[in-house]
């Protein structure tokens, strides 16, 4: 009995601790573990109210901004109708309101970049302003917002300028790639001066190059250019005023090689037209056997099959000492251990040929002969190369306008391969 006595005893012992020590663990993590939880949460919902905050500013921003855009595409639709019709006085009236408005879209916008908004914001933001109040592409300047190994969320610039024309037509677009160490706004500049014609019959791009080069095979911007490009041309295709099935890409050297890539590479349908000025195809480019994508870290090792049907027209200068008529290495352009190669510049015009679709031979004489300037046709005219025989790596100011153009609005379609 005894020994019964104290062997329920030691049983209830067992039992009552088991039981305490669960009941003491959840004391003490209802004392302690519960208050850093609570912490933490008051943290998150600090910042999400502090986030909240700031959404709300920039959302309150945007919707300032917008207005203001609105009113600046009103008072440009009645400027265009105003120099129209040729009313000196309302035209000067209008344009007086022109710049205050601008200047008060531009100090909305960078009181917006200061608030280091997400990249989804600013696009929404660029794509909203960009269409406008009626559907209409406007003149100025807009954005394409990237990031890669150099920049996190980085605004990348180009310039858009619209001619007079009437606003229910649609224009084509030609962008425009400055040159290495060149810069958008004086292309621009430089451009419309000297290229009146086509300035007034189509809508011009000015797109600025990181740190003012193109990503090519050793320069300064490490930049995506290829979707930088084909986001401008994938935006500007939605617009009203835009021809989507009408893009020119034209770009002097450094420009240039970035065109050649782009034709290489994208497989957009809006693009008909390449200009490529004093930059044939480089060795990384064509290896002698395939065109070569350049791949995420300019070492082109993947073979590449451009998209056909497109029309090129390359422009070299016989006497150009950075980019060797002939082919061989540039003494100038830098390249991985060493100097940029390059392919010769009728040679490399045989290969697009070819690539679009040319059955024959390679052409050793001019389809045409010019004072200063010999021309080599293929395909109707689709792939063309002007040997501009007395200028060297400026031979893209040799071309006179009028061959430019008739290459942008001609294009009947080759059948017989020749």
């Given amino acids: 009995m005894y020994n019964f006595q104290i062997h329920m005893w030691l049983t209830f012992c067992f039992v009552g601790i088991l039981v305490a020590e669960p009941v003491a663990a959840q004391g003490t993590w209802d004392d302690t573990s519960i208050r850093r939880e609570q912490a933490e949460l008051r943290q998150q919902l600090d910042a999400l109210e502090r ?9 309150r921003n945007l919707d300032q901004i917008i207005e203001v855009q609105k009113e600046l595409d009103r008072v440009v ?17 209008l344009q007086s309101r022109v710049n205050p408005l601008m200047r008060h879209l531009d ?40 990031s890669w190994s150099q920049e996190e969320n980085f605004r990348r610039p180009y310039f858009v300028n619209i001619p007079n ?3 229910n037509k649609k224009l084509p677009v030609l962008i425009f790639l400055h040159g290495n160490g060149g810069n958008a706004p004086r292309a621009m500049q430089g451009f419309m001066r000297g290229r009146k014609k086509i300035a007034s019959q189509f809508i011009l791009v000015f797109a600025q190059g990181y740190r003012e080069s193109w990503n090519i095979v050793s320069e300064r911007s490490k930049a995506d250019d290829l979707g930088f490009i084909e986001a401008i041309v994938t935006k500007l295709s939605s617009f009203e005023n835009v021809d989507s099935n009408n893009f020119t890409i034209m770009g002097s050297s450094n420009g240039a090689a970035l065109v050649n890539q782009i ?14 000025g004093v930059s044939q195809l480089n060795v990384w480019q064509h290896d002698g056997k395939n065109f070569k994508a350049k791949g995420a870290d300019n070492n082109y090792r993947k073979s590449a099959t451009p998209a056909t049907g497109k029309r090129l027209l390359n422009i070299s200068g016989a006497k150009d000492n950075l980019v060797p008529y002939q082919g061989g290495t540039s003494r100038g352009i830098p390249a991985k251990n060493g100097k940029l190669g390059f392919v010769a510049a009728e040679k490399s015009t045989f290969l697009w040929a070819r690539q679009m679709g040319y059955n024959g031979e390679q052409l050793t004489q001019p389809s045409d002969t010019f ?33 430019l153009l008739d290459f942008l609005v001609g294009g009947k379609k080759n059948t017989d391969g020749k």
């Fill in 371 to 403: 004072e200063n300037m010999e021309v080599f046709r293929y395909l109707n005219g689709d792939v063309i190369h002007c040997k501009v025989t007395n200028e060297g790596h400026g031979a893209t100011h040799g071309i006179g306008e009028e061959l």
């Fill in 77 to 93: 639709t009645q400027l265009k109708e105003a120099r129209s019709s040729s009313n000196r006085v309302k035209t000067e009236r």
């Fill in 51 to 59: 986030e909240s905050r700031s959404i709300k500013h920039r959302l």
């Fill in 165 to 167: 024309q009437p606003a």
């Fill in 107 to 146: 100090d909305l916008r960078e009181a917006l970049e200061a608030k280091d908004e997400p990249t989804e914001l600013q696009n929404e933001l660029d794509s909203r302003l960009e269409i406008g109040q009626s559907g209409q592409l406007q003149s100025g300047e807009y954005f394409v917002t990237q």
């Fill in 263 to 276: 034709a290489i590479e994208s497989k957009l349908p809006n693009i008909r037209n390449y200009i490529s």
